[in-house]
T-cell receptor, first 112, second 113 residues
Framework: SQKIEQNSEALNIQEGKTATLTCNYTNYSPAYLQWYRQDPGRGPVFLLLIRENEKEKRKERLKVTFDTTLKQSLFHITASQPADSATYLCALDDTGRRALTFGSGTRLQVQP | EADIYQTPRYLVIGTGKKITLECSQTMGHDKMYWYQQDPGMELHLIHYSYGVNSTEKGDLSSESTVSRIRTEHFPLTLESARPSHTSQYLC????????????FGPGTRLLVL
C-alpha cells in the first residue's frame, strides 16, 4: 500500500544548528514533492516544491533534496531559530491522483 | 498570506444539529479542497472541486456534503452533527496551473457534544 513516512518523534535542536527532516515514501511515483509548515491550530503554509528531475532546491535558509531512487526527501533548515519551531509536512503528487497526499509531519523544536 | 477564509474558527454544537462551515477564496482558484485533521495526525482529503458545479468525494469517507455554486465559495455541510465529527476542518485552494500547490485557510475547529 502507499505510504508516506515522517518521523513522528519531535526533533529538538539548539538555535543556530541545522535541522534535517526526512520524508520517505513507498509505492508512489511522484512527479514532484512539496514541503509545508504548520503552526498549532493553523492551516499548512507552502514552503518549497521540488520536481522529480531536480536533486536540490534552495530558498533562503531552506534546502530540499529529492532522491527518487531512495524514495526520500530531506528538508534542511540552516542557522535555525526558535521561530522555526513548527510541524513540517511533506506532500506528494502521484500521477492521476486528484490532490496532494500529505505525511503526518515532524514537529521541530528549536531551543534558544 | 493566502487570501482564503474560513468561518467560524471555532464551533461547539450539540448532537443532531445541522452546521455549515464556510470557505471563501479571493485568488480566483479553480480547485478547492476540504481536509479533516485530528491533532498530531495527517490531513485526510474529504471533498474536492475542480470548478463550479464540480464536486467529488475524497479519500476519507465523510457524512458531510459540499457545494460549489460560485468559484470563490466552497461550503461544507453536516446535516446532523455527531461527536465522531469532532475534528479540525481545513479548506484549501489551488490554481489549475500551479502543480497543486495548495493555499490553506486557518481552519475550523469543531466540537460536537
Amino acid at each position: 500500500s502507499q505510504k508516506i513516512e515522517q518521523n513522528s518523534e519531535a526533533l529538538n535542536i539548539q538555535e543556530g544548528k541545522t535541522a534535517t527532516l526526512t520524508c520517505n515514501y513507498t509505492n508512489y511515483s511522484p512527479a514532484y514533492l512539496q514541503w509545508y509548515r504548520q503552526d498549532p491550530g493553523r492551516g499548512p503554509v507552502f514552503l518549497l516544491l521540488i520536481r522529480e528531475n531536480e536533486k536540490e532546491k534552495r530558498k533562503e535558509r531552506l534546502k530540499v533534496t529529492f532522491d527518487t531512487t531512495l524514495k526520500q526527501s530531506l528538508f534542511h533548515i540552516t542557522a535555525s531559530q526558535p521561530a522555526d519551531s513548527a510541524t513540517y509536512l511533506c506532500a506528494l503528487d502521484d500521477t492521476g491522483r486528484r490532490a496532494l497526499t500529505f505525511g503526518s509531519g515532524t514537529r521541530l523544536q528549536v531551543q534558544p | 498570506e493566502a487570501d482564503i477564509y474560513q468561518t467560524p474558527r471555532y464551533l461547539v454544537i450539540g448532537t443532531g444539529k445541522k452546521i455549515t462551515l464556510e470557505c471563501s477564496q479571493t485568488m480566483g482558484h479553480d480547485k478547492m479542497y476540504w481536509y479533516q485533521q485530528d491533532p498530531g495526525m495527517e490531513l485526510h482529503l474529504i471533498h474536492y472541486s475542480y470548478g463550479v458545479n464540480s464536486t467529488e468525494k475524497g479519500d476519507l469517507s465523510s457524512e458531510s456534503t459540499v457545494s460549489r455554486i460560485r468559484t470563490e465559495h466552497f461550503p461544507l455541510t453536516l446535516e446532523s452533527a455527531r461527536p465522531s465529527h469532532t475534528s479540525q476542518y481545513l479548506c484549501a485552494s489551488s490554481a489549475r496551473t500551479d502543480l497543486k500547490t495548495q493555499y490553506f485557510g486557518p481552519g475550523t475547529r469543531l466540537l460536537v457534544l
